[in-house]
């Protein structure tokens, strides 16, 4: 199957697109990225993934590649290109090319790569199972707030999770509070009944499926509270889970050698999947 | 004038040198580097160097791109055909391309990219006339003793610093002490003639011509102090520098808004550096 990547203002066939060696993303780090999932053809949260996309880019004094609707078109056209039903399109800018030296140049053009993936999202056993999840301590830079593409710390977590059989690395703060996933946020049901997640800061990513389900479980009528808890907290919970554009809500029934519950998803956790995921295949309207 | 790169065994004219978009190295930082500098054809400090990288590629379970010996030839011979006789040779190994996902794969061969660029050192005038640095808070990651690629943080502490008229920006840890500069090691003769370096640790990069500088000191009986000191300390000093492989070892005259000593070179800082501009020329053995 011939699958194009969309590269500085062409389709490309996948294998042949390439980028080059000074360029930013791949000298320094210095680009950003986000990842869209795609149902039924569609895209889920767009509008809250660009919109990051442009607070990624501010955060780090970087142009944008192109205007908003072309983007969206050009994101329209590749999935229609690959003919991606379900899946999701990959999109990273980075600063571009410039002979190499650390001072952010100025007056050249932003790299704009997009990749798509076709991906079976809803027979994944993992949403209907759950997963067991370690706790790492978090080494990240002090800005996890910016979508950088600078993600080797949340590679070796990932790494080290997927060696403990683990599908994902929570990491820890200096203090002993749980910050996020390599590449998830993280949510408890605490014992007295409270659903958390940490509140927004420069330790975590804010994630478009976080800010989603906040608004849907708050349509709900369920409270959500936005604060930092333990790791001890964590392993006395109710419930867990995570939620990225992915993973969507993934539930967690094992924190490092500790059984969350009874060892399957909550059951406020499959109620929330459940409006996520009707939510997410354009069954069910929010705000 | 025609340029070469050379990209995972072949040598390409420097413009049309690329990787894939779906190299490590482009979208999570995957990657280290060495940058070694080229005097009269000749590069300075490749044991060191080579070692570094070696213990970069270990730290993060990467295979080695080409045995030791093979790799030196590559070098010698990139350096010949762009007929550097002063510059630099960058070298950066990613852990090549696969299917993007955080975790390590297993089983993908390294990619492996060198360039080339002259540089005519000896004629930089901040070598002679020293220049100023700012401080800025530390929110890089915990692991700068590796030479990764995600250099993100860097990049924006040296934008910062340009902004202010400054070559460098000084890294303040959360404990009010210097760890290193974003491309540098720094150094100062304190008020009490203690000529001190930060310890190693994983709070910042183990510079070749930090290690070079301590090896020729000591040869002529300076004792160097490898321990963390304050802003302020740094504020009061006698004397200070920074020492990479491209700056070498250049006099800072200005931290902040103070004045270091009388506004120019110190005198043990000038002697440092022409015993090191002798090392590095090839004027001078040491063990």
């Known amino acids: 199957l011939a699958r194009y990547a969309y590269v500085d203002g062409r389709y490309t066939?996948?294998?042949?697109?390439?980028?080059?060696?000074?360029?930013?993303?791949?000298?320094f780090a210095d680009g950003v990225y986000e990842v869209v999932s795609i149902i039924g053809g569609r895209m889920i949260d767009m509008q809250g993934h660009i919109d990051r996309l442009e607070r990624s880019l501010d955060a780090l004094d970087m142009a944008a590649p192109l205007s908003r609707p072309v983007l969206t078109m050009i994101?329209?056209?590749?999935?229609?290109?690959?003919?991606?039903?379900?899946g999701i399109i990959y999109l990273q800018v980075t600063r571009g090319v410039a002979?190499?030296?650390?001072?952010?140049?100025?007056?050249?053009?932003?790299?704009?790569v997009m990749t798509t993936k076709r991906v079976d999202f809803r027979n994944q056993k993992r949403l209907s199972e759950g997963v067991k999840v370690i706790t790492i301590p978090d080494i990240r830079w002090a800005r996890c707030?910016?979508?950088?593409?600078?993600?080797?710390?949340?590679?070796?977590?990932?790494?080290?999770?997927?060696?403990?059989?683990?599908?994902?690395?929570?990491?820890v703060d200096a203090e002993g509070r749980i910050t996020e996933g390599t590449s998830s946020n993280?949510?408890?049901?605490?014992?007295?009944?409270?659903l958390k997640t940490r509140m927004l800061g420069p330790e975590?990513?804010?994630?478009?499926?976080?800010?989603?389900?906040?608004?849907?479980?708050?349509?709900?009528?369920?409270?959500?509270?936005?604060?930092?808890?333990?790791?001890?907290?964590?392993?006395?919970?109710?419930?867990?889970?995570?939620?990225?554009?992915?993973?969507?809500?993934?539930?967690?029934?094992?924190?490092?050698?500790?059984?969350?519950?009874?060892?399957v998803p909550g059951s406020l956790s499959c109620r929330l999947q459940r409006w996520y995921l009707d939510y997410s295949s354009g069954l069910r309207e929010t705000a």
């Not at 002979?99 to 704009?112: N, Q």
């Not at 593409?149 to 929570?170: F, P, V």
């Not at 993280?186 to 409270?194: P, Q």
Request: glycine share 6%; aromatic share 6%.
């Open 13 to 27: 066939p996948h294998d042949a697109a390439s980028v080059h060696v000074e360029d930013r993303g791949f000298q």
């Open 145 to 171: 707030d910016i979508k950088a593409i600078s993600l080797l710390a949340n590679c070796m977590g990932k790494t080290q999770a997927s060696g403990a059989g683990a599908y994902e690395a929570w990491q």
């Open 99 to 112: 002979p190499r030296d650390h001072k952010f140049p100025t007056g050249i053009k932003p790299t704009l």
């Open 75 to 86: 994101m329209r056209e590749l999935i229609a290109r690959n003919r991606v039903d379900e």
């Open 204 to 263: 975590i990513l804010r994630g478009v499926t976080r800010d989603s389900l906040i608004r849907i479980a708050r349509e709900e009528g369920i409270e959500v509270v936005e604060e930092a808890f333990t790791v001890e907290e964590a392993r006395e919970c109710r419930e867990a889970f995570v939620t990225s554009a992915t993973s969507f809500l993934t539930p967690v029934v094992q924190i490092d050698d500790t059984v969350v519950g009874n060892g």
């Open 186 to 194: 993280v949510w408890i049901l605490t014992r007295d009944n409270k």
